[in-house]
T-cell receptor, first 110, second 116 residues
């Protein structure tokens, strides 16, 4: 079953603009992870944020986590054409299974 | 190896045939996962192996699906009597340990299965 749900489903932005996407989940989590997928193939891990963390940065990526609202956001700053991909959030609860949402498809226009 | 390796990359098979998909996890990773992704969809959990523990097969969609992990390393996902609805990308992933411990899951490039 899908626990994480990304919003919006699709996003189109101009190169250089920021892209923000959100993830909501239903049950308590240990960690939340964000992944990127290019062309429907393997997923690339971007950031892991623990349930006791509120914000994390990695290069041009910024992830926030609000456990009271059961939501997370991923911000990509100064987007590039190479950022065009699908982005997924994944959560784990009391078990080990990562549950993925349907993803946000980001298109960066040159 | 450096990453999770899957083979074949692409497989076209006739309806009713059996297929085997192989996954070679990152060396030293005790946890191994199989997920399935249909076109434009999220990932669907299939099965999880952790060390020598009994695998969690709760995500396998039918008894036509089975998986093994030999010697705590390489895993094979077998689909018997394939159906058209089995067409999807099958993704394997591995991690040092359970995700609850903050372990990152690393994915392979996937095996794209098309049943005609």
């Amino acid at each position: 079953s899908q626990q994480g749900e990304e919003d919006p489903q699709a996003l189109s932005i101009q190169e250089g603009e920021n892209a923000t996407m959100n993830c909501s989940y239903k049950t308590s989590i240990n960690n939340l992870q964000w992944y990127r997928q290019n062309s429907g193939r393997g997923l690339v891990h971007l950031i892991l944020i623990r349930s006791n963390e509120r914000e994390k940065h990695s290069g041009r990526l910024r992830v926030t986590l609000d456990t009271s609202k059961k939501s997370s956001s991923l911000l990509i700053t100064a987007s590039r054409a190479a950022d065009t991909a699908s982005y997924f959030c994944a959560t784990d609860g009391d078990d080990y299974k990562l549950s993925f949402g349907a993803g946000t498809t980001v298109t960066v226009r040159a | 190896g450096a990453g999770v390796s899957q083979s074949p990359s692409n497989k076209v098979t006739e309806k009713g045939k059996d297929v085997e998909l192989r996954c070679d996890p990152i060396s030293g990773h005790t946890a191994l996962y199989w997920y399935r992704q249909s076109l434009g969809q999220g990932l669907e959990f299939l099965i999880y192996f952790q060390g020598n523990s009994a695998p969690d097969k709760s995500g396998l969609p039918s008894d036509r699906f089975s998986a093994e992990r030999t010697g705590g390393s390489v895993s094979t996902l077998t689909i018997q009597r394939t159906q058209q609805e089995d067409s999807a990308v099958y993704l394997c992933a591995s991690s040092l340990g359970p995700t609850a411990g903050g372990n990152t899951i690393y994915f392979g490039e996937g095996s794209w299965l098309t049943v005609v």
